[in-house]
């Protein structure tokens, strides 16, 4: 095949000299056809093995099952693999065309020798990237950083080959080359801080299982509140709910507080904690018509009677004095309004009750008694979640009125006085 190249690009040279003309300007004549000849025999060699890689990887990709090939093909695969034989064919011309102009001979001889390690490279890199693709479509793989991993690997391939290409441009020995490249590493560390401060977080994230893609995260530090979209060697990208993104560097997921909320999805119920703040001075014992009135509710009407024979029976074989409310046993109606409440969460459809259910008192504030809600609901989905919660606190505000209670309200002169 040498031979053959050879003797194509000699023969013009020889013809030209038998015409009469001069050493040099058959040279100058026959370099400048044999370059046209070159740019001609260049062009079909590509676009015959373009025709045939593509046209054979795309038969391949419909023929079979698997969606690697597929992935190939999208990426363009067999495109670049088409454009590195013709160039491996300059390169093996070039020393002949300018066998008689050796300084341009060993230019562009570089040239085209840095051109082949760069489209490597690129052929590598999309090599990666179907394969990047293709773990994505398995659920086993799907939710890993993946990303992180094949840039690693492509930075250590661009750094062999920006090694490569300095090597071949300046002709320095490759061990020569290693060991000044030794020497400055501190300088290449500090360049690449941030790309190996990501590339172990990238190691610690997958190992620990700490983020997955899809994972909904919480990120105050970076204004990050939704999914978790793609994680890389430098960056995670967050799509927030408000459909913004938010990028965080890949390193702060090991160095910084965050909130995932896998562990919720994964759970039989989404957490319900919200309080209403009720006015101390509404609190009260109840008198016994009071109670009558009370039993008329039902979801406490059995408790009211049962509390009732109780407390009275209690009350009379001590003999307590009922003309002071505060003596002996009593109802009040925030501790009625709270058995209430449990009542009504345990009959509400939308909440999981084989989870932790109550309704708590707090400690007192300035500003009232917070009366919390402590439950679980079945739907965990954001629009479901709010509006099961939302429901049942509307029916508390509603219904607290009916034991006497208030809630506390800020108003302007409750805020002088603070």
Same mark, same amino acid.
């Given at each position: 095949? =040498?031979?053959?190249?050879?003797?194509?690009?000699?023969?013009?040279? /020889?013809?030209?000299?038998?015409? @009469?003309?001069?050493?040099?300007?058959?040279?100058?004549?026959?370099?400048?056809?044999? !370059?046209?000849?070159?740019?001609?025999?260049?062009?079909?060699? =590509?676009?015959?093995?373009?025709?045939?890689?593509?046209?054979?990887?795309?038969?391949?990709?419909?023929?079979?099952?698997?969606?690697?090939?597929?992935?190939?093909?999208?990426?363009?695969?067999?495109? =670049?693999?088409?454009?590195?034989?013709?160039?491996?064919?300059? &390169?093996?011309?070039?020393?002949?065309?300018?066998?008689?102009?050796?300084?341009?001979?060993?230019?562009?001889?570089?040239?085209? @020798?840095? =051109?082949?390690?760069?489209?490597?490279?690129?052929?590598?890199?999309?090599?990666?990237?179907?394969?990047?693709?293709?773990?994505?479509?398995?659920?086993? &793989?799907?939710?890993?950083?993946?990303?992180?991993?094949?840039? *690693?690997?492509?930075?250590?391939?661009?750094?062999?080959?920006?090694?490569?290409?300095?090597?071949?441009?300046?002709?320095?020995?490759?061990?020569? /080359?290693?060991?000044?490249?030794?020497?400055?590493?501190?300088?290449?560390?500090?360049?690449?801080?941030?790309?190996?401060?990501?590339?172990?977080?990238?190691?610690? *994230?997958? !190992?620990?299982?700490?983020?997955?893609?899809?994972?909904?995260?919480?990120?105050?530090?970076?204004?990050?509140?939704?999914?978790?979209?793609?994680?890389?060697?430098?960056?995670?990208?967050?799509?927030?709910?408000?459909?913004?993104?938010?990028?965080?560097?890949?390193?702060? /997921?090991?160095?910084?507080?965050?909130?995932?909320?896998?562990?919720?999805? %994964?759970?039989?119920?989404?957490?319900?904690?919200?309080?209403?703040?009720?006015?101390?001075?509404?609190?009260?014992? /109840?008198?016994?018509?009071?109670?009558?009135?009370?039993?008329? !509710?039902?979801? !406490?009407?059995?408790?009211? @009677?049962?509390?009732?024979?109780?407390?009275?029976?209690?009350?009379?074989?001590?003999?307590?004095?009922?003309?002071?409310?505060?003596?002996?046993?009593?109802?009040? %109606?925030?501790?009625?309004?709270?058995?209430?409440?449990?009542?009504?969460?345990?009959?509400?459809?939308?909440? %999981?009750?084989?989870?932790?259910?109550?309704?708590?008192?707090?400690?007192?504030?300035?500003?009232?008694?917070?009366?919390?809600? &402590?439950?679980?609901?079945?739907?965990?989905?954001?629009? %479901?979640?709010? &509006?099961?919660?939302?429901?049942?606190?509307?029916?508390?505000?509603?219904?607290?009125?009916?034991?006497?209670?208030?809630?506390?309200?800020?108003?302007?002169?409750?805020?002088?006085?603070?």
């Amino acid at each position: 095949m =040498y031979k053959l190249i050879e003797k194509i690009f000699t023969f013009l040279y /020889l013809v030209l000299r038998k015409w @009469g003309l001069g050493n040099s300007l058959a040279s100058y004549f026959s370099l400048v056809l044999n !370059i046209i000849i070159l740019c001609v025999l260049a062009y079909v060699i =590509y676009a015959i093995f373009r025709l045939v890689l593509v046209t054979i990887m795309a038969v391949i990709a419909q023929k079979t099952k698997t969606k690697f090939d597929d992935l190939l093909v999208t990426n363009k695969t067999a495109k =670049y693999i088409a454009h590195l034989i013709p160039l491996l064919f300059i &390169y093996k011309s070039v020393p002949i065309i300018l066998e008689r102009f050796e300084y341009w001979e060993g230019f562009f001889g570089k040239l085209v @020798g840095i =051109y082949i390690i760069i489209l490597i490279l690129w052929i590598i890199r999309t090599i990666f990237n179907a394969l990047r693709d293709y773990l994505k479509l398995k659920p086993r &793989y799907s939710d890993k950083p993946i990303d992180s991993f094949i840039q *690693v690997i492509m930075i250590m391939l661009w750094v062999i080959g920006i090694t490569l290409i300095i090597s071949k441009l300046f002709e320095i020995d490759k061990k020569e /080359l290693l060991t000044i490249l030794g020497a400055v590493s501190a300088v290449i560390i500090l360049i690449f801080r941030d790309t190996i401060l990501g590339f172990v977080s990238s190691v610690q *994230v997958s !190992i620990n299982d700490m983020v997955r893609i899809g994972d909904w995260i919480t990120m105050d530090k970076f204004g990050a509140d939704g999914d978790v979209i793609e994680i890389n060697l430098a960056t995670v990208k967050v799509r927030n709910f408000d459909n913004t993104t938010t990028t965080i560097p890949t390193y702060s /997921l090991s160095s910084d507080s965050f909130q995932n909320w896998r562990g919720m999805l %994964n759970s039989d119920g989404r957490r319900i904690k919200r309080h209403i703040l009720i006015k101390t001075s509404s609190i009260r014992f /109840l008198e016994e018509s009071e109670l009558n009135d009370l039993k008329k !509710i039902h979801l !406490i009407s059995d408790y009211i @009677g049962t509390r009732k024979l109780e407390i009275d029976d209690y009350n009379s074989k001590h003999k307590i004095d009922k003309s002071i409310a505060i003596n002996g046993r009593n109802l009040t %109606n925030l501790g009625l309004f709270r058995k209430y409440i449990t009542e009504y969460l345990f009959n509400y459809p939308g909440l %999981n009750k084989d989870m932790l259910m109550l309704c708590r008192q707090l400690q007192s504030t300035s500003h009232g008694v917070p009366l919390e809600v &402590y439950a679980f609901s079945h739907d965990k989905r954001f629009e %479901n979640y709010e &509006y099961i919660m939302s429901d049942i606190f509307d029916h508390i505000i509603a219904s607290i009125k009916y034991f006497d209670l208030e809630i506390f309200e800020t108003t302007a002169e409750s805020e002088s006085q603070v």
